[in-house]
């Protein structure tokens, strides 16, 4: 056969070679260790939280190095694309602070290592699929779905491994030039095959997370193009991450299985491999087991999920990077004012075994992460947050702005920070007592108070009440009307002597926080009131009388 002449049949129209792409796409003038790395999604319309994770690891090596972290679209699955999916995606890593330096955006592409939209790079795969044919590495193959399925029955009967290998590439890869022709005369469909070596060697692959693995060698005469001349996702990556320069491959341990044809193609071509990460699939424990995340089953697995539910950017990624290196929670304890951008992230610290997403722990870090932020800044991401997911207090938090920073501020002058927040949703719960309108009397008065004394009480503490108290003096006339009512000042002397007394300062404390705020459960009163301001903490306790 004369290759030379299948490369002019198979692809007419392709005269670009290897050496102009290598010139196009110049090898990048980073520092020696710095990392160009990416994700490469599908656009699918489901952003799940793998894109996430993979982004992180990503993002921070390459940015750790001073290095570039880019985003391309792995769009050559035309079965799975979905309207808009771009557009989510993209609109996804952005909310959750994804910062790229490179690669697809909204508006169409920056950078120069582009196209980064795979279906848009086909010009750029035909170089190399010719230059691959001219080698005597390719050839097409015109099995037709039926004969393949037929194969794979046989292969099964036999019990021998699935594939196109060996015998079962014989008649596809002895096809004269003459009888190639034909066939694409006659409108026969092909697909570009790589004509692999009958091997039964081993290779070796250093994964920079999972250390050496040692596989068989490719032997699969496996697809590069498609029938409408789309690359494989085999054979884009392989190109992609040669032209865009990537020193890191991060992706997840699903492809760990097809390692051995991206090497053998790295190795084909005589280009360098990059650095594999393959990252482990994240999981959850249900009933005591541990199993995979299903995209069915489980909401948590959607990115949509973590900004419905309000959790905020910071707080998911510093679940993930608690997920990810074992020793982020140490760190951060040690450097509880620090940003999470200070961590040194290190592909060594990563774990192999499935990475199990708890959404108590998340929880746990959000209200860190929340607690640690100024009203300012809580203010900012709650406001955005509700402006997208609830109008109403969106609308409160803007006409009430003062009150809404003073109320975030509640709890957070002293050592001992409260730790109310959970997210954004539970925020608006938890900030509703402060705005008339969306005020509700959740919690009953306190059943140890009859109603004459809650009388008493109230029409006592609003005749003495001066909002200009301070909270010394405040709580001094509180006691003072506590001890007239004949309730014990203080709790200890009640649980002594219950029968000397109608009930403790705890009941009267509970009963103007309820009338106060709705709910037994609230800040401090004092700091409350003055959040509140005058008229409406009266017109609150007036009601009880
Ligand atoms: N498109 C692939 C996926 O969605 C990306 C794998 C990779 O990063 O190379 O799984």
């Known amino acids: 056969m004369n290759y030379q002449e299948l490369a002019e049949v198979l692809f007419p129209d392709v005269s670009g070679t290897p050496a102009d792409l290598e010139q196009r796409f110049p090898e990048r003038q980073l520092a ?4 160009v790395t990416r994700i490469g999604p599908s656009p699918t319309g489901f952003v799940h939280l793998g894109n996430l994770y993979n982004a992180v690891i990503g993002e921070r090596l390459a940015h750790q190095s001073e290095g570039v972290f880019y985003l391309r679209i792995e769009d050559t699955d035309e079965k799975r694309k979905v309207e808009g999916a771009v557009e989510t995606l993209i609109s ?21 290592y582009g196209p980064y939209r795979q279906r848009q790079r086909k010009e750029i795969y035909h170089i190399i699929a010719k230059y691959l044919t001219q080698q005597g590495k390719t050839y097409p193959c015109f099995l037709t779905a039926e004969e393949i399925d037929a194969i794979r029955e046989e292969q099964k009967a036999k019990q021998e491994n699935p594939g ?42 250093n ?19 498609k029938s409408d001349g789309i690359p494989t996702y085999h054979f884009a990556h392989v190109v992609d991450d040669h032209f865009m320069r990537s020193t890191h491959v991060i992706r997840g341990e699903e492809w760990i299985s097809s390692l051995p044809m991206h090497v053998e193609l790295f190795n084909t071509l005589g280009w360098n491999q990059p650095v594999y990460c393959h990252t482990a699939t994240l999981m959850k424990i249900e009933d005591g087991k541990k199993r995979k995340l299903s995209k069915r089953k ?9 900004q419905q539910e309000g959790i905020c950017p910071e707080a998911v990624w510093e679940f993930l990077l608690t997920l990810l290196n074992s020793n982020f929670e140490e760190w951060r304890l040690a450097n509880p004012d620090s940003d999470y951008h200070d961590f040194q992230y290190t592909i060594e610290k990563m774990s192999i075994s499935g990475a199990l997403v708890d959404l108590d722990k998340l929880r746990d870090v959000s209200k860190e992460v929340l607690s640690r932020m100024t009203a300012e800044k809580l203010y900012q991401g709650l406001s955005a947050w509700c402006q997208e997911y609830q109008t109403d207090f969106a609308a409160l938090l803007s006409k009430y702005q003062d009150r809404a920073i003073k109320a975030l501020n509640v709890g957070r002058g002293g050592a001992k920070v409260r730790k109310d927040l959970e997210n954004w949703k539970q ?21 140890e108070i009859s109603e004459s004394d809650r009388k008493e009480f109230f029409k006592a503490y609003l005749e003495s009440y001066q909002h200009s108290d301070d909270s010394s003096a405040w709580f001094a006339k509180v006691k003072d009307i506590t001890e007239k009512l004949g309730y014990a000042v203080k709790p200890k002397d009640f649980k002594k002597h219950p029968e000397d007394y109608k ?8 009963m103007i926080r309820i009338a106060l705020t709705g709910r037994a459960n609230a800040p401090d009163i004092w700091e409350v009131s003055q959040v509140l301001g005058e008229e409406i903490v009266l017109n609150r306790l007036k009601k009880w009388l």
């Open 164 to 205: 196109i290998y060996g015998t079962y590439a014989e008649k596809n890869r002895s096809l004269s030039l003459a009888q190639i022709q034909e066939n694409i005369k006659a409108g026969k469909s092909w697909v570009l095959r790589f004509r692999a070596e009958d091997t039964e060697e081993s290779i070796l692959v």
């Open 32 to 35: 020696e260790h710095a990392v």
């Open 207 to 225: 994964d920079a997370v999972r250390g050496e693995l040692k596989m068989p060698r490719n032997n699969m005469d496996f697809v590069l193009l």
């Open 427 to 447: 925020s608006c719960q938890f900030l509703s007592f402060y705005f008339d309108e969306s005020f509700k009397q959740q919690d009953a008065m306190p059943e």
């Open 298 to 306: 489980d909401p948590e697995l959607a990115l949509a999920y973590y």
């Open 92 to 112: 996804a890593m952005n909310y959750f602070g994804v910062h790229f330096d490179e690669g697809a955006t909204a508006d169409g592409d920056s950078g120069s």
């Open 503 to 510: 009930g403790s300062i705890i009941h009267i404390t509970n």
